[in-house]
């Protein structure tokens, strides 16, 4: 006869095997979950960069054969990019590719397309500056401030100009007076106040509205975005293509998320952004080229400053280069970067 006293024993071994055994169970079970990604977009579903981030996103998917899953936020549905720096370091979001101008208030040096030295500048050289030790210094900084991770090289949304609403642009004369929104950061504030027009800074999902509401009189952005939130509704009237500095999208994913990957995975996701950026940046060439064909079906009338007035503009804006870097805070090590990117160049 077993007593009941070896019962007891016997249950409460068992009963502690089985709270021994549950966390690894759970583990297991964990283990099993994929992790989750969360990416924000405050543009248009119909805007490039959603497309390319879409197709990147699936493509992730696909390669991690279920250890990754997905989620697209985009019209700024959770964050607008102004944001979305702080919502990666406290986790909220996973992943963004906001615009380097959007980042300036954590990353100053992340202002330097607004450097006079760049106005005006074609693509092809700004592409030193993008890929070279201008682009690379700003990556480490993002990292360092962010505790994120930046995926590769940058996604060129493509070259920023003056739109207005009831004012025509034919000249930066014609800008005097204006209150024109900007997308945020120092140095598009001073290129505003230098051509005499005031800076305002609005997040672009709320554009559409303020516009048609009349809170400014026009805005610096590009055909692209003009083209896929149909701003023409609101009032866009007037382009004045001066090319004033590049737009570039930044992909980034969080330094949390980052260390949850083993090895093959990080490596997933920086082989298949290295192999698709070349055909991203492409696709993001024909779609300006495409929404400048678009604006101007649509009543928006683009005029372009010649060569000459570029340079003349480049030239008076570079007299203040320093008071600009100063204000904008951009460090003294970015701009040597940006210098001996340049090399060489007028």
């Known amino acids: 006869m077993i007593s009941n006293s070896s019962w007891s024993r016997r249950s409460f071994v068992t009963s502690a095997m089985s709270l021994v055994a549950a966390p690894?169970?759970?583990?297991?079970?964990?283990?099993?979950?994929?992790?989750?990604?969360?990416?924000?977009?405050?543009?248009?579903?119909?805007?490039?960069r959603n497309a390319v981030i879409?197709?990147?996103?699936g493509k992730i998917e696909t390669a991690a054969a279920g250890k990754i899953k997905t989620q697209l936020f985009e019209s700024g549905q959770l964050f607008p990019d102004l944001q979305v720096g702080k919502a990666l370091l406290q986790g909220q979001i996973e992943m963004a590719a906001p615009g380097s101008w959007s980042l300036t208030g954590i990353v100053p040096d992340a202002d330097l397309f607004q450097l006079p030295v760049l106005y005006g500048r074609p693509l092809e050289m700004l592409r030193r500056v993008i890929d070279g030790k201008s682009g690379q210094l700003l990556a480490r900084q993002l990292e360092g401030q962010l505790d994120s991770h930046v995926i590769g090289p940058w996604l060129d949304l493509g070259f920023f100009n003056w739109y207005s609403t009831n004012k025509p642009l034919h000249s930066y004369?014609?800008?005097?007076?204006?209150?024109?929104?900007?997308?945020g950061g120092a140095g598009q504030a001073w290129r505003t106040q230098f051509m005499g027009a005031i800076p305002n800074t609005t997040p672009l999902p709320n554009v559409p509205l303020a516009l048609s509401q009349g809170t400014f009189d026009g805005l610096i952005t590009t055909h692209?975005?003009?083209?896929?939130?149909?701003?023409?509704?609101?009032g866009i009237r007037h382009a004045l293509e001066d090319h004033q500095f590049i737009g570039e999208y930044i992909p980034i994913v969080s330094g949390a998320?980052?260390?949850?990957?083993?090895?093959d995975l990080r490596q997933v996701f920086t082989d298949l952004w290295r192999e698709n950026v070349g055909d991203y940046r492409a696709k993001m060439a024909a779609a300006?080229?495409?929404?400048?064909?678009?604006v101007q079906a649509?009543?928006?009338?683009?005029?372009?400053?010649?060569?000459?007035?570029?340079?003349?503009a480049r030239r008076d804006m570079m007299a203040s280069q320093d008071k600009l870097?100063?204000?904008?805070?951009?460090?003294?090590?970015?701009?040597?970067?940006?210098?001996?990117?340049?090399?060489?160049?007028?």
Not at 54 to 57: I, K
Not at 325 to 346: F, N, P, T, W
Request: proline fraction near 5%; hydrophobic fraction near 40%.
């Open 325 to 346: 870097a100063k204000l904008s805070k951009i460090s003294s090590e970015m701009l040597a970067a940006v210098s001996a990117d340049l090399s060489g160049i007028d």
């Open 257 to 263: 998320f980052w260390e949850k990957l083993p090895p």
């Open 24 to 48: 690894a169970l759970c583990t297991g079970a964990r283990a099993d979950t994929p992790l989750l990604l969360r990416c924000s977009l405050d543009t248009a579903p119909s805007h490039t």
């Open 298 to 312: 649509h009543g928006i009338t683009v005029v372009a400053p010649s060569l000459d007035d570029l340079a003349a």
């Open 54 to 57: 879409r197709d990147y996103l």
């Open 288 to 294: 300006q080229s495409r929404a400048s064909e678009l």
């Open 224 to 234: 692209e975005t003009v083209a896929s939130g149909q701003f023409w509704e609101s």
């Open 173 to 183: 004369s014609d800008l005097k007076g204006l209150k024109i929104r900007n997308n």
